[in-house]
């Protein structure tokens, strides 16, 4: 079946770097790549999304960059800040015989040390 | 204010028997679903809905099944539960497919 694979599992940054992480994906159909945030022991919630008509999306620190032809697509996040430490999932819109779904990576740890 | 409530937060149920998860929202979305988070599996896919009466098989539907008897609620039961259904799950509702997913607080359940 189509799958999204997130490539980083755990993440360590310094306060002030930037992340990235780093998520491909095989339904050449896909279009729709969203991200959610998971902080410890809590609900997600959307963070950024891109859709296939563009390449580069930008909300205030986050940014989400996409290349179609490789099927990858990325989160970076600009001056981190001990807030941004949490559970970060890519997603991609797969098309099924009952309409698109969203599947889901493994989820990126991500730790922002002062 | 718009939510997607779930209850229980919690449960303990004992093998074989029976569970049922609730899910309410008030954002007036015709999508809803029912995902289950493990550790290394990310989020999957049990079942979803897009209209009242009507339910779709997700990625994982073995051993679940869903109700949605009208647009705000939508259950998840667990005829017979299993140890391998313990885990973490998330209800969410969208206002159609290709957009952003509303999430629950959710329901921790062990099975033992």
């Known amino acids: 079946g189509e799958k999204v694979e997130q490539h980083e599992s755990t993440l360590s940054v310094r306060e002030g770097d930037s992340a990235v992480i780093n998520c491909t994906y095989t339904?050449?159909?896909?279009?729709?790549f969203p991200w959610y945030k998971q902080e410890a022991g809590k609900s997600l919630h959307f963070v950024i999304d891109?859709?296939?008509?563009?390449d580069r999306k930008q909300s205030q620190r986050l940014i989400v960059l996409l290349d179609k032809k490789a099927k990858r697509f990325s989160l970076h996040i600009t001056a981190t800040q001990p807030e941004d430490s949490a559970i970060y999932f890519c997603?991609?819109?797969?098309?099924?015989?009952?309409?698109?779904?969203?599947?889901f990576g493994i989820g990126t740890l991500l730790s922002v040390k002062p | 204010e718009a939510a997607v409530t779930q209850s229980p937060r919690s449960k303990v149920a004992v093998t074989g028997g029976k569970v049922t998860l609730s899910c309410h929202q008030t954002?007036?979305?015709?999508?809803m679903y029912w995902y289950r988070q493990d550790t290394g599996h990310g989020l999957r896919l049990i079942h979803y809905?897009?209209?009242?009466?009507?339910?779709e098989k997700g990625d994982i539907p073995d051993g679940y099944k869903a109700s949605r008897p009208s647009q705000e609620n939508f259950s998840l039961i667990l005829e017979l539960a299993s140890l391998s259904q313990t885990a973490v799950y998330f209800c969410?509702?969208?206002?159609?497919?290709?957009?952003?997913?509303?999430f629950g607080a959710g329901t921790r359940l062990s099975v033992l």
């Open positions: 969410a509702s969208s206002i159609r497919e290709g957009n952003t997913l509303y």
């Open positions: 339904d050449t159909a896909s279009s729709y």
């Open positions: 891109i859709r296939s008509n563009v």
């Open positions: 997603a991609a819109s797969i098309a099924g015989s009952s309409g698109n779904k969203l599947i």
């Open positions: 954002n007036n979305h015709d999508y």
């Open positions: 809905s897009y209209v009242a009466d009507s339910t």
